[in-house]
């Protein structure tokens, strides 16, 4: 997926979405809120294509994919008033550039990362190099952790880290097709896996998760029956094919969805397509014994959202979710719809927002982040204020 697979129609309405009461279902409401608004013409980051972190004084972190002083992507900081802060303007050059994968904040108040290219490697790409894992310091410092080279090592990280900073390459690998590594604070940098295509899925483009015993849980976005699968990599490097989409109903193609496991070991996640209505996608849910259950299909003629890209954040019980559609929704100011914010609970779904391609911002395309009051956070990828997307607070 590029930038420009996203076309945002430019709408002139009367008021800002600053602050909407949204209806839910008749009764209750859910408040939206823009934060903040970026600048695609400022020289202001641009595009955010990944999911937020919060710290525990409310402080948002995010990366965009352009934007910032060389057009090659940021690192930026939210403040609960909505005051931005650009932490790092990667150049595309051998500190990285284009994040495509969100952060990881550890207890230094470092920010971790990937860039998908840049780095001193030319992977013979539109943009010169197979990318790289960072560190940035609080004072904005850059620490280039590791520069992928596009054979065994991988390459196009996609992904962020996970709080291991265990993180995957969509390309690259022993069979060229993707790698699960693990870096540490030095630099030093271990595969883990390499994909091979058949049967065990290729190109892994979300973050992976693991569970109390060191097992490590992600999809491929392709691969497997073709429409990508779901693995399991326990601690001895022994991979586990869960489950592979057979593109009908049960949901295809899990680009982004990283998943969110219960108590019981169940995993949940999303497909872009597939599913009983138009091709929309899925929520699913795949028991520990590899059985696979839609617990939701998406259907943008019905109002509904469509292409969750993003995943899901939701309660260790696993009855309520919470996610974006990158289409669908009720405002006919994108074709095919302009995204919405949805829950998901005991099965039903309901429509938090849809998006209008005004200064609200459109195409939402990553997971949320919830704070401790419930709260959720996230990003549009495009329109807003100012044509650089946004980010937006909403609160069920």
Not at 97 to 124: E, H, V
Not at 358 to 382: E, H, M, S
Request: proline content about 4%; overall charge negative; glycine content about 18%.
């Amino acid at each position: 997926m590029r930038a420009q697979d996203f076309f945002c129609k430019s709408v002139s309405i009367v008021a800002a979405a600053l602050a909407i009461l949204v209806p839910l279902d008749g009764a209750n409401a859910a408040t939206f809120k823009v934060l903040y608004s970026f600048n695609a013409y400022s020289g202001d980051a641009s595009d955010p294509w990944a999911g937020l972190i919060i710290d525990s004084a409310g402080n948002l972190y995010g990366t965009t994919y352009s934007g910032g002083s060389s057009n090659q992507g940021t690192v930026f900081k939210i403040a609960p008033d909505g005051t931005e802060t650009l932490l790092h303007s990667f150049t595309g050059g051998s500190d990285g550039g284009n994040p495509f994968g969100g952060l990881q904040l550890d207890s230094k108040g470092n920010l971790w990362g990937t860039t998908q290219y840049g780095g001193a490697m030319d992977c013979g790409q539109y943009v010169s190099g197979c990318g790289v894992v960072f560190k940035l310091a609080p004072n904005g410092a850059e620490k280039v952790l590791h520069t992928f080279t596009g054979g065994s090592d991988g390459s196009d990280p996609f992904a962020g880290l996970n709080k291991k900073h265990i993180g995957t390459t969509a390309s690259g690998g022993a069979n060229d097709f993707g790698s699960i590594f693990k870096i540490a604070s030095n630099g030093t940098k271990t595969i883990l896996y390499s994909f091979g295509n058949s049967p065990d899925g290729y190109n892994p483009e979300a973050d992976v998760i693991t569970d109390s015993a060191g097992n490590i849980y992600g999809t491929t976005a392709n691969g497997g029956n073709t429409y990508g699968t779901v693995f399991k990599l326990d601690s001895s490097g022994t991979e586990t094919l869960l489950y592979r989409f057979a593109g009908g109903n049960d949901g295809a193609y899990p680009h982004n969805s990283s998943l969110v496991i219960d108590k019981a070991g169940n995993l949940y996640g999303t497909t872009v397509e597939g599913g009983t209505h138009n091709y929309c996608g899925v929520v699913f849910k795949v028991a520990p014994n590899g059985s696979e259950a839609v617990l939701y299909s998406f259907d943008a003629y019905a109002g509904d959202g469509c292409n969750p890209w993003g995943g899901l954040v939701g309660n260790s019980k696993g009855t309520t979710f919470y996610g974006t559609t990158g289409y669908g929704g009720t405002s006919p100011n994108c074709s095919g719809g302009c995204g919405t914010v949805f829950e998901l609970k005991n099965g039903t779904e309901s429509v938090l927002y849809s998006f209008t391609a005004g200064n609200d911002g459109c195409y939402p395309i990553d997971r949320l982040v919830k704070d401790a009051a419930g709260n959720l956070y996230g990003t549009a990828q495009n329109c807003g204020m100012y044509y650089g997307g946004t980010v937006f607070e909403i609160s069920p």
